[in-house]
């Protein structure tokens, strides 16, 4: 890039800055220290392209990321206004030439994400370490980033760029097979077994003094299940893992046959991985937190009465909804809107929640005022799964509309096909689970007894893409080495997909 | 400025281009791209190459939606929101099937790499050189048309400043003969068409819609490759039935005449136009000829031989004859042409059955290299 673009803050938008950094502090938001910096088009588009960083490893993904970004500036169709990266200090872009009230916008949105990164317990798993004078989280990944790029580019010099993409390729496949709570576990799972487990051998059957009646106090099929448990612990610990483990990426990287350069290669994408993974778990959170205090510190603050009309229109547009498409500004910044509501009113607890009569409902209002008190917890405390489970209610699904809708095979379309909240909830939290990816484990690293790696798909009533899946079985073996098979179901039949190194395979199990 | 991105992004190309060889088949047979076919570049449309993982069935999924509507209405899978571009940069697969744009030329050279087509060899013809003015320069003397109004008028500025004799309250500027400065020009070489393609069809009653696209598509591909083989290429259009004319493109690829079919009229026009205006010393030759190969009568076919063997085949690089099979034709007309030219190298012959045809039919007549 070159040097004479000067990318730093004009004084007009840096006095902004101060101004409204002083009013988020102010309203109570607690963020780390924040780089804002000016960018074109063209560079807002290629950093955009790099998922927020100047640097990246080289991969053509972002080169495709980049021509669709570009195109779909250059037709109109879409312009990036913002971007804000998770880092220790957090470092925010703004799109040059945009007009004042943009920024301005733009500038409270990016004090309330920030603030998210820093207190949302989910994006503790970014923290690198704490400083030891300050006790603020260390998060360098700007450096870290740009570290893995310098790593992958000197691979790539030594073996050459194709054979390296072409396992960055094979590991991107991999990518969301990782274990969101992991990080919350403790790295060894204490030793729980106690002795009687460690000799699994022995049939638990019990006590039988007169012999007439063994038959009835220990009956067959009593036996036979013993017989089975037994079994079942036997293969268990023989079994490696031995219990299914979800993070698959981890996994690999510790147990399968890999050249020093592909442990290092795979070892940083599952650090990407994991860095990406809190931003997908907190999607509607960290959004609709963002556009309640961009919503509260523009209309209260920051905007003078030329300005307001603008913004109106600029907030309508990112809380628009389109049929068929949730959009996670509005719905989370509803929710944290009802949920003040409600902590205002004192709209909880046992008294509340039995209360079944309407008029008394509507008008309940305790004084409790606990509302900002409320939010600021919920933010630090959940994620958009818990953040649904917890908060979502009738009345706001039947207030803000939403459906849930499917495939109807009759019309050959998507239909709406319940506003029930119970449906909708389900459906919502279905979405959400797991970031949206199907939960997967690796089951057996020994299958058959032939070093095969056998995965196991728990399935919750949707199939996987089996295309799909085949496609990744083959970047599976590519690091595996040896044959891949996964347990899995489809269209209802139990079923096993099996890639050799050279045929796909599926049947029923 | 340069782009750390573009390194990645020339990657991305690489690999739609390989993406391009792959599909190569396709394109052609359907003849997607001509449809799409811009002023000089032509824009492909692939899916997203998306990193495969494990991932729901779509439709079985579904979703939850916020809005108006009751149960059963459609529900339209969204596009997302039009100049939304918020939050961080997305991890999400973008919608869009991805446009890609190709210059015709890169598109010949995938087809020649894929088909692995030989360069044309230089027929020893010169290419013709035209030379042509251009004005690039600012010179003192010439005549008053070519008069450089802005720069006399700065230089006796500059000179009446210079002089003392600029009044800023009376600005009149007098050029003198030194201040006058007139435009000049260059003379450059630039090479003309040295290559006519005239492509021959059959439009009698026998040849139906699809044979005709079957014939277009073969053409445009045709033309992509001689196009680019040589600097220039001009294109003249025959169409015949019992007699022929000449045509437009346009004309060419939508007639549909019926009535008999009578080939030596084509062939005799084409002699007609060759002799007229492209002497065959100076001008790489390439008649096409398509027909269902069913011709009025063996006189007319002898008229026919007779003619390739006196005018035709002499004055071209090579004589193409593709036959596209008809449900009414005999297809006789290319074992005649088979029987009397035998092993002739300056005629080359093939049998387009269908679409899937067309590939190997665009190898037959330039894998030679001629």
């Known amino acids: 890039m070159s040097l004479a673009y000067d990318r730093r803050l004009p004084d007009y938008l840096r006095a902004q800055q101060f101004a409204i950094e002083a009013i988020a502090k102010d309203a109570g938001l607690d963020f780390f220290p924040l780089l804002f910096e000016v960018l074109s088009y063209d560079q807002m588009n290629e950093i955009a392209a790099f998922g927020g960083f100047p640097t990246r490893y080289p991969h053509w993904r972002f080169g495709m990321e980049y021509e669709q970004l570009k195109k779909s500036h250059e037709y109109g169709l879409s312009k990036i206004y913002e971007m804000v990266i998770n880092n220790n200090p957090s470092i925010a872009y703004l799109l040059e030439g945009n007009s004042i009230v943009d920024q301005k916008l733009v500038m409270a949105h990016v004090y309330a994400h920030v603030d998210f990164f820093k207190n949302n317990f989910a994006f503790k798993i970014t923290d690198q370490g704490v400083d030891p004078e300050t006790g603020v989280p260390i998060r360098k990944w700007l450096d870290t980033f740009a570290n893995h790029g310098a790593i992958v580019r000197r691979w790539a010099r030594r073996i050459g760029i194709e054979q390296v993409e072409r396992f960055i390729d094979a590991c991107l496949s991999l990518e969301n097979l990782i274990d969101p709570q992991k990080p919350f576990r403790p790295s060894h799972p204490p030793e729980t077994r106690d002795e009687d487990e460690a000799l699994p051998e022995e049939l638990r059957l019990l006590r039988v003094d007169r012999d007439y009646m063994e038959s009835f106090i220990n009956p067959e099929e009593f036996v036979a299940q013993e017989r089975a448990r037994v079994a079942e612990e036997k293969t268990r610990a023989r079994r490696f893992p031995e219990s299914p483990d979800r993070d698959v990426l981890g996994f690999l990287l510790v147990n399968a046959p890999l050249e020093r350069w592909e442990r290092e290669v795979l070892s940083l994408l599952r650090r990407e991985a994991y860095y990406y993974l809190p931003q997908m778990q907190t999607k509607i959170m960290n959004e609709g937190w963002a556009t309640y205090w961009h919503s509260r510190l523009m209309t209260e603050k920051i905007c003078d009465a030329s300005e307001i009309v603008d913004y109106a229109d600029r907030c309508a547009g990112v809380l628009a909804t389109s049929p068929g498409q949730l959009n996670p500004y509005k719905l989370g910044v509803e929710l944290y809107r009802h949920i003040e509501y409600r902590w205002d009113r004192g709209q909880f607890g046992r008294e509340w929640d039995d209360c079944r009569d309407y008029a008394t409902r509507a008008g309940w209002d305790r004084r409790t005022g606990l509302g900002r008190k409320k939010i600021f917890e919920v933010r630090a405390l959940y994620t958009d799964v818990t953040f649904i489970d917890e908060f979502l209610t009738p009345d706001f699904v039947a207030d803000q509309k939403l459906y849930a809708f499917g495939w109807s095979e009759r019309n050959d379309r998507y239909e709406i096909e319940t506003r029930q909240f119970r449906e909708v909830k389900k459906k919502l939290l279905t979405q959400l689970t797991n970031a949206g990816s199907p939960i997967i484990r690796v089951l057996d690293a020994n299958h058959e007894n032939r070093g095969e790696l056998l995965l196991e798909h728990d399935h919750h009533g949707v199939d996987l893409k089996l295309d799909w899946a085949q496609e990744v079985l083959v970047a599976l073996n590519r690091v595996w080495k040896r044959p891949v098979e996964i347990f899995t179901t489809v269209e209802d039949k139990a079923s096993r997909l099996r890639f050799d190194g050279t045929e796909h395979l599926r049947r029923t199990r | ?370």
């Open chain 2, 1 to 370: 400025m340069t782009l750390k991105i573009d390194q990645d992004h020339s990657r991305f190309r690489k690999i739609v281009r390989g993406k391009i060889r792959q599909n190569l088949k396709k394109y052609i047979s359907q003849g997607e791209l001509m449809g799409k076919q811009g002023n000089d570049v032509v824009s492909i449309p692939i899916p997203h190459i998306d990193i495969p993982r494990f991932r729901f069935a779509d439709k079985q999924q579904g979703g939850v939606g916020q809005g108006e509507g009751e149960a059963g209405d459609g529900v339209g899978q969204g596009q997302g929101q039009e100049g939304d571009g918020k939050g961080e940069a997305g991890k999400d697969a973008g919608q869009h099937a991805l446009e890609v744009e190709l210059t015709l030329d890169e598109l010949a050279e995938i087809l020649g790499e894929e088909l692995e087509l030989p360069n044309i060899e230089d027929k020893g013809k010169n290419a013709i050189v035209d030379q042509k003015d251009r004005y690039v320069g600012v010179r003192r003397v010439g005549p008053n048309s070519l008069r450089h109004f802005k720069r006399t008028f700065k230089s006796a500025l500059r000179r009446q400043i210079s002089m003392g004799s600029y009044d800023p309250k009376n600005p009149v500027i007098i050029p003198t003969r030194d201040d006058m400065r007139y435009r000049s020009w260059k003379t450059k070489d630039e090479p003309v068409a040295n290559a006519v393609i005239i492509y021959m069809m059959d439009v009698s009653g026998s040849m139906g819609d699809e044979q005709k696209e079957i014939v277009r598509i073969e053409s445009f591909w045709l033309d992509t490759w001689l196009r680019k083989q040589y600097q220039g290429v001009e294109t003249r259009f025959i169409i015949h039935d019992a007699v022929a004319r000449e045509v437009d493109r346009d004309t060419f690829f939508r007639t549909r005449e019926s009535g008999g079919t009578m080939i030596s009229s084509a062939y005799r026009l084409a002699a007609q136009v060759i002799g007229d205006d492209y002497p065959p010393s100076e001008w790489n030759i390439y008649p096409f000829h398509f027909s269902d190969g069913d011709n009025w009568s063996v006189d007319d076919t002898n008229v026919c031989v007779n003619l390739l063997k006196e005018t035709l085949l002499p004055a071209s690089n090579v004589f193409c004859y593709g036959q596209v099979e008809s449900p009414y034709g005999s297809g006789q007309f290319i074992k005649d042409l088979r029987e009397n030219f035998g092993d002739d190298e300056r005629i080359i012959t093939s049998e387009v059955k269908d679409r899937d045809a067309i590939m190997g039919s665009i190898r037959d007549f330039l894998g030679k290299g001629k």
